[in-house]
């Protein structure tokens, strides 16, 4: 053996101590399905909050097993938590790309292995890479999608709101919290919820934009405090905020500044229903992480006994881009009770 693989087993034996022990890949003593899956940070609210529990629920409700790592933030670890997954043999991966750029290298290794893969929630940017290989699906939106809705609701309330244009000329001057740069959520959200004023005939004027690979809240509180304190702060008319989590951190920088102003976000999180009753967020955008976790499984479980992957599911798979894709809804101060 050369010193990398030792290294991956000696890895692959301290993670998984129980497929190690039972002397199998697979969970000692049963056909049981083993899933190696990661989420690309656990200190994602979406991600954690929603995804992770909904996969494990979802695991344990179809009798299969599915381990999920945490890939921190760092596509090398992804990477080495794949070829871990591939040494112990599982029988299906379910990944969560940290750079979206990155897909290339995690198909070709599952590739190599002959092992099912399914992508979900950060699409993979490179052009053509989903046809490398025949076993390689995607589970997450449209993306564009998020940006349309969030950008109809605000363009709805703008309009109903005069108000809301402070200095009265028309225009809207909003900041913008991004996310992800590259992340094609990130992206068409940004592009989208602003092309809407656009194609109502409204102008708009950015004032600032800032992006964060970790979507936080953190983040999200830093920016708006700065913002609000810079020589434009009184000159905010609207925060567009590609999620929630960052959304969260701006609604407490705006509370400490004493100075509220209207405010979307995407995902529709618990909190920002919350924050919707208390009339503190204008909307959100229910990014549906239960469906596509159950989706991600359903494919998984599917690929794993070599079964056409939609077999006896709700989902259907785009044909051009092998991608099952789940729907976004608005969330408003009319509707969010549906969604608790
Ligand atoms: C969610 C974000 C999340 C990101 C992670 C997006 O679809 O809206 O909240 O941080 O996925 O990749
Ligand atoms: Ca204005």
Redesign the pocket.
Known sequence: MTKRIVLVVLMAALIFPMAFAGGGQQAAGSDQIVIGANI?SFA????NGVMKPEMERYAQEKGVRIDIVDSEGQQAKLNDQVDVFITRGVDVLVI?LVDPASARSIIEKAQRANIPLVLF??EATEAGVMNLYDKVWYV??NSAE?GIIQGEMMVADWRSNPSWDKNGDGIVQYVLLK??PG?P?AEARTTYSVKAFADAGIQTQQLALEADPN?STQHGNDKMAAWLSSSFGNQIELVIA????MAFGAITAMKTAGQMLPIYG??ALDQALSHIADGEMNGTVL?DGVNQARASLDLAINAARGANVTAGTPWTLEAATKAVRVAYVAVTPENYQDFR
């Open positions: 690309y994602d609210n979406f991600m969560n929630n950060k997450g939106t998020s996310g992800e992340h959520d979507w590609n999620n929630d989590g995407v995902d990014n």
